[in-house]
């Protein structure tokens, strides 16, 4: 079945830096988009980044600090996370888009937590 | 940029229907999208591109979408459907995705 692992999270400090990695197997990796979303504890979601075979799109709040990555050879997208800030401080999860266009996300990974704290 | 409006609530009785609303400007040009979220748990499409059901999803969940509202029914409410439910769009303005705020569904 469509399967996707986040790993990564943790305890980081203010101004630190983080790498999320995230598994997928069950489908053909390659032909779909992909994106990360968070969700601050006891707040809504928050679409982080997504990326399709040559385009790659950012939200306002981690441009230039996120940068979202793909290997399709190991069936597996990551998200570098720099210099990180207390209101990073989320579950972040991995999302299969859809197959072509910017549009749902199914399924979702289970998530990982990011504290940025010092 | 593009603002999603969702009830921070929806309180419905069990066997009763609930309507859960997202806003937006001409929302109903776009393709709305909508999750569901139990607690502790990642969220689950229910509902694309405004009425279609995703795989599993029982007929008495459905969509619509128009002028300024899209909007998820749920019909003859169990205590199973207690969750946050959050809608999504994608803003091509903006090249961005934007989700409503959640609405959190009781059962009372």
């Known amino acids: 079945q469509v399967q996707l692992v986040e790993s990564g999270g943790g305890l980081v400090k203010p101004g630190g830096s983080l790498r999320l990695s995230c598994a997928a197997s069950?489908?053909?990796?390659?032909?779909?988009?992909m994106s990360w979303i968070r969700q601050a504890p006891g707040k809504g979601l928050e679409w982080v980044s997504y990326?399709?075979?040559?385009?790659?799109y950012y939200a306002d709040s981690v441009k230039g600090r996120f940068t979202i990555s793909r290997d399709n050879a190991k069936n597996s997208l990551y998200l570098q996370m720099n210099s990180l800030r207390a209101e990073d401080t989320a579950v972040y999860y991995c999302?299969?888009?859809?197959?072509?266009?910017?549009?749902?996300?199914?399924?979702w990974g289970q998530g990982t937590l990011v504290i940025v704290s010092s | 940029s593009y603002v999603l409006t969702q009830p921070p609530s929806v309180s419905v009785a069990p066997g009763q229907t609930a309507r859960i609303a997202c806003g937006g400007n001409?929302?109903?040009?776009?393709?709305v999208h909508w999750y569901q979220q139990k607690p502790g748990q990642a969220p689950v499409l229910v509902v694309y591109?405004?009425?279609d059901r995703a795989s599993g999803i029982p007929e008495r969940i459905s969509g619509s979408n128009s002028g300024n509202t899209a909007t998820l029914t749920i019909s003859r409410v169990e205590a199973g459907d207690e969750a946050d439910y959050h809608c999504?769009?994608?803003?091509?303005?903006?090249?961005?995705?934007?989700f409503g705020g959640g609405t959190k569904l009781t059962v009372l």
């Open positions: 001409n929302i109903g040009d776009k393709s």
């Open positions: 990326i399709s075979s040559s385009t790659i």
């Open positions: 999504q769009v994608w803003d091509s303005s903006s090249d961005h995705v934007v």
């Open positions: 999302a299969r888009g859809a197959s072509s266009g910017w549009g749902w996300f199914d399924p």
């Open positions: 069950g489908f053909t990796f390659s032909d779909y988009y």
């Open positions: 591109d405004d009425t």
